[in-house]
């Protein structure tokens, strides 16, 4: 019998701790519903449940997503419909111009209500838009973009070279800021930079070329010379010609649309030139890049319709330019029984071409709808999945409050009793 450790007491008072802790993790549990509310009730478990708890804010936010693009494709085929009312009774005009019994007059107010219609075509073409994003007008089908091609020198016709060697040199004015036989040392020595060359629009058709030569050591100062291309090139406003000439750069001949020869002449001429400013230097001109304007396909509008950056979460939407230009209605005309009776098939050709595209939107808004059933179901399952994982079943964890409850009270009672024992060391002592 001992009174300073009382092992019974602190038994019975550590057990009481335990017991304790319990309850207090069953009353969290069900007070919040989660069968884990910290990491340390279940370290791997939080860690997956947290990963599909982000897989389901995604693909719940995808469906709303897909939903929207649901509604863009409906206003795109609403508006589609309303042409195809306007093409229609385009159709009756045209049938009716073509009629013989008709005169001038009659045809000439066919013809103004035929003006109306295009006119109200390419305006619903233009004003058709969803959340500002204009739906009709072709800029979700294709875009103006500057190709550029690469076409080797030896495509060129090769032709005697005229005047010597340097070509060029027939043609070069010095400018203010350089001379063409007086090349500064720095120029030699530091390296020359990046060339650039603008035309320069003369009357009729002529151009001169402007190019600059830049100090690597001091930019912005540059030996700048006139080149005349007349000889050599002719001018079009719609083309560009870029030339590789390194190290150099790429010079940019803008608005310069040169013939075979000219073409030829003109990169061996400024490499014979260039590579007599610094013979140190070697300029490629084996191959001539020739840059366009093109219109270029592109995705158009793409819906988000899934949790990842993977293409197949994605959805495209493309729809072509749906005014007169893209109908190809734009140049009919029904002042006369001949032109009426022409522009039949062209408004007919422009209905199919409608109907092709109205058919498109369909076919995508049915596709949109498996979509959504789709996330769906999956935003489902894996909410089970997830509510396995992170959900406590309320019935087990109210059995085991209770169980730990009775287990409290019986601790607390124990451990009166083991305060109780030390006391039995009186009745020796007395």
Known sequence: MVIQHNLRAINSHRTLGVNNSQVKKGLEKLSSGYRINR???????????EKMRAQITGLSRAVKNALDGSSLVQTAEGAMQEMHGMLNRMVELATQSANGTLGAEERQKIESELDALKEEIDRVSEATNFNGIKLLNGELDKEWQNVTRIHPSGDVTPV?????EDI??????????????GVPDSFLTGGTGPIKVEPKPLTGNSTHLVFSIENRNSPGNYLTYEMDMRPLIKHDKDITYDLDLSPFGTVKLENADAPSVGTRYLVRGLANYLNSLNPQLSVDATEISKTTRELVDIDGLILQVGDTDHDYQKIYVKIPNMNTDGLGISGITMITQEAAASSINSIRDAIDYVSANRGNMGSLQNRLEHTINNLETTVENLTAAESRIRDVDMAKEHMTLTKNQILTESSQSMLAQANMQPQQVLQLLQ
């Open 39 to 49: 990491a340390a009730d279940d370290a791997a478990g939080l860690g997956i449940s």
């Open 160 to 164: 005697a070279t005229p005047g010597g």
């Open 168 to 181: 060029a040199a027939p043609y070069v004015s010095t400018l203010p800021g350089g001379e063409l036989n």
